[in-house]
């Protein structure tokens, strides 16, 4: 059944991609004239943001990246060799420490003036009777700390973890920083792994219900979007006005993304 709705999802939200870019096409709206694009918002009844990677580097803390982590590497391994099924089955201990690490950069950010912005505009559509909803590619959580309610989080979150029984798959939000006790002092990333010893799994973060390992509730490279989140964007990509993120002061729409 599940294979089911997501082949569906998938050919859904292409059908819905390719008619959402034909409208946007053929307004050809000017978001850089600030009086047309203000008349196009206000006349909106249905209105999605669309926000990525670049969103949230004004509210990061600089402090806590460092030039290995802005070059995609963590104490010399790439970001993406520790973000992926079979380096945590390999590595649980290491590929824990890294998502550690991430969570105390995201929970040491903070919202920058755009997420704040978006959560006070979702207020005003709200008390207009207006639809507004937010999808982001973020894991930081910085639109939910914003205040905003309607955010799809289409690649997960850093703040919750899912249980790696597939009799549980309990999703719990833990804030705990670090996530677990051994993690006090791994923090640094400009120290070489060979400073730190593994830590045992049995002190890794474990589910609540179960007792069983939990890992990052995050789409790491190689697997694929929830099934349920992928309908719930082709139900929201079907709206009157899409827009895809703020970038240098101008919302670009969803056709030059």
Known sequence: MANFKRFWAQKLLVKVSKVNKRNVTSNAYNYSDHEAFRKVLNDAHDIVVMTGTDFSKDGCNNKSISKTEKNDRWRNFKVEHLSNI?????????????YNYRRNSAFRSYPNKVHLNLADFERKCKRENKEFNIITNNVDGLHIRAGSQNVLELHGSLRKVICTNNQCKTIETVYDDPIVPAFKYMLDPALPQSEFSPIDENQLPKCRKCGCLVRPNIVWFGEKLDTDKMLQVIIIQQCYLDLTRLKGGYLWPNSVW
Do not use: Q
């Open 86 to 98: 079979r380096a945590f089955k390999a590595n649980p201990s290491l590929v824990w420490e890294f």
